[in-house]
């Protein structure tokens, strides 16, 4: 992954930074004497989950490595359970410089700067976990990661996510007679209206935290999910019938305010870039685990029941053309090439 190429280091306090000068190594105040203090600085991260999710421990991993790394002393605040707003609001802070540093992003979020940001939530944009690994553990997508930082002012240090999104039903789907016409909740993602249209369903855009009563009062018939979505939001209460259709595998970036890290020492850059990177890798990991033992869980609870769709072959080549159009329209064909060819 391409990093900012660093122009100069501030070595003085500066207003509205994030770290902050706090004690000696010995715990006691530098004095008037000119007896030089050790700087403990402080990064300030935020969350929309507890501690539990997947999201958080991914967080919580790259506040150790960074740790394990710089060597030096230094303090991680993390504000969770949407202290200070959304994934979105965390974007903009980031970008600003103010209020946060780090924190996890879906890449709809980044679309105001990146118009192919986007991309990385493309249904089917991944045939599998594994071909989502590679394309994750490759260069490909540093052309979107250059473009956010050179727009937004946020670095994209390490790649999380790994939930697999099926679609959430109150009646058993199948198959691709089954789908059509099916009404169902899609994110406000134009690309989510258009494929889910040319696979037969009929998608509507509605608020997430509108699903659920939606659901239960038959405005829609399905939504589509990844399995803590689904657990987090009770979604099976109202659509217990989940249809594998494994339409996408989540990319969630790891990202860092690029303003933040231009005022950090060499040496915690350095440690900043590998430990998003390494964290990246713990969270796939650990979300595409717990995201089928969450499932399994879920069924053998008799809360959900779990149905193969036998025809996601015939959804794969009836959204292969939306995709490429897409691409072509946010300036990314070379970048879908590269993925469909790894």
Not at 35 to 53: D, I, R, Y
Not at 239 to 259: D, N, W
């Amino acid at each position: 992954m391409k990093q900012p190429l660093i122009i100069a280091l501030l070595v003085v306090p500066v207003v509205g930074m994030m770290a902050s000068v706090v004690f000696r190594a010995d715990g006691n105040r530098g004095n008037e004497s000119g007896v030089a203090s050790q700087e403990v600085l402080t990064l300030k991260g935020a969350v929309q989950f507890g501690e539990n999710h997947a999201f958080t421990q991914t967080i919580r991993k790259f506040e150790e490595l960074v740790k394990k790394y710089y060597g030096k002393p230094i303090k991680f605040v993390l504000y969770l359970n949407s202290e200070l707003g959304l994934e979105k609001d965390y974007f903009a802070y980031m970008s600003q410089g103010i209020s946060v540093d780090y924190g996890i992003v879906s890449p709809a979020h980044m679309s105001t700067f990146s118009e192919s940001a986007p991309l990385m939530d493309m249904p089917f944009l991944f045939r599998d976990i594994d071909h989502w690994n590679k394309v994750l553990d490759s260069d490909v997508l540093n052309p979107i990661v250059d473009e956010i930082a050179e727009r937004a002012d946020v670095m994209l240090i390490g790649y999380a996510g790994g939930g697999v999104r099926n679609l959430i039903v109150n009646k058993p789907i199948t198959n691709m007679e089954e789908l059509q016409g099916l009404s169902m909740r899609v994110m406000g993602a134009p690309i989510q209206t258009r494929i889910f249209k040319a696979i037969g369903a009929s998608p509507s855009v509605i608020a997430y935290s509108e699903v659920y009563n939606a659901i239960q009062t038959g405005v829609i018939d399905a939504a589509e999910n990844e399995a803590a979505g689904l657990q987090q939001m009770k979604f099976y209460e109202v659509g217990p019938e989940i249809s594998q259709t494994q339409h996408a595998i989540t990319v969630r970036p790891l990202c860092f305010s690029r303003k933040t890290f231009l005022r950090l020492p060499e040496d915690l850059q350095a440690a900043i870039v590998k430990a998003g990177r390494e964290a990246g890798v713990f969270g796939r990991q650990l979300e595409s685990t717990e995201d089928a033992a969450i499932l399994f869980e879920l069924e053998q609870d008799n809360k959900l029941r779990t149905h193969e769709f036998t025809q996601r072959a015939e959804l794969l080549k009836l959204a292969e053309s939306v995709k490429v159009e897409y691409a072509r329209e946010i300036k990314a064909e070379k970048i879908l090439a590269r993925i469909n060819a790894l």
